[in-house]
Each structure stands twice: as C-alpha cells, then as structure tokens.
C-alpha cells in the first residue's frame, strides 16, 4: 500500500470520482515497457491524496508507476523513422480514437513514409465478455493488451489482406493497459483499432472507452511502504 500525490495539472476533480492504476514491472536484464506483472487500483484518502494498494506474485526488484488515468483516447508519439527511435521523435498528442486513413497524405509533421507510431494508455470495457479486437493497417502493427502480445505483424513484407483480430477476456469496467505499435513504409497508410463482442457490435474504439496516462509521484511514501512490502514477500 502507499499513498500517491494527485497530478499537478492533470484535471483532477479531488472528489474521489478519479481513475488511478498502480502498475508494478519486474525488473530483468531484459526489462521492457510491455511486460506488466501486477496491478493496483487507487480510492480517494485524502485532500489531494489516494490510498493505492496493488500485489505482486513474486519477490523481487519492480519498478513501479502510478498513473492518474484521463478519459477521451490514447497518447500517440509520432517518429519520423520506421523502428520507434526516441531519437527521432517528431510529436506527441492525444488521439481520441484510432481511425486513420492517411492514404498518402502526411502522417506526422514531416514523415508521409518510413515512419512508425506507438499508442499508449488504457481501455475500458462496458462488459465482462470476450472481446475481438481488429486491426486494419497498412503495412505494420502490433497489439499488446496488460502486456500480453496479441496481434504481430510487424516482419512481414506487405499489410494484411483483411483485418488482424484476436480474443481478449474482459471484466466490466476494468481498465486494462493497452499498446499498439504501427509503422508505415511506402504508399497508403492506414491505420484503425476496432472492437466486438456479443453485446457490441464490431466498430472503431470510442474515446469514451479510452483513457491516457499522467504519471504521478509516490514520493517518501513509495519507498518507505515498498521496502517494507518486499520484506513480506
């Protein structure tokens, strides 16, 4: 458990109606972004505080994230380059559903081609269902959902002739961490995230049901309550 400071400028409403996620990552040689090992949730306590509590299914070292989850889409970083070279970042916004069709107009600032794009934030599901998820892109994407790999095309030469799916299983309102990775190397580019499930029929991800992250400090409290929940594992 620990306690987490609200995020300065970040639209808090201080009234407890506030999303956070307490992300907890292993740390490894081969450490990576994608790979999520525990989650928390977070309830007001109080005045610009929260009592986040979240559990771990091993001892180690993590690194750990709280995030202050705000509603209407994803945050998208934009490279002017095909491999995700933070070096060659070009812009980041907030893109309140996935739905493009460039065709062969410009995609970032200065990139129409050899460019790639990474979406990261959270979904939110109305049902406790499986749901398909559907890519349509030209030519590269994959997909990851609480850092598992469910969609990669991301080695093969051409775009898909139809539409990439695969199942995920979804509790209601839940949030669940999600991760799309695109490029584009020559000619159209497009790129669209879709849902179904039984009771949603397949259609482009509304902003409603996507969130993108603030990351928020812990501060002493992090680390005091840390140290002394790793000497219990």
Known sequence: SLFANTCAGSASTGGGGDMFKV???KLTIEDSHHTVD???SCEHAL???YYCSMNATASG???LDVYHLIPG???GY???DSFL???RLDMVRIDASLNFTWGTGPVTRFARDFLSVRWEGYVRPMHSETYSFWLDVDDHARLWIDGNLLIDWWAFPAAPSSMLHAEYNF???ETYEIVLEYRDILGNATSRLLWSSDSTPITVIPSSSLYYKVSCGCGMWCSLLLSYYYSDL
């Open 78 to 80: 934009y490279f002017t």
């Open 23 to 25: 992300v907890a990552r």
């Open 171 to 173: 509790t209601a309102l």
């Open 47 to 49: 005045e610009n505080a």
């Open 73 to 75: 889409g994803l945050k």
């Open 38 to 40: 525990a989650t928390g």
């Open 85 to 87: 070279d933070d070096s």
């Open 61 to 63: 070292d993590y690194k």
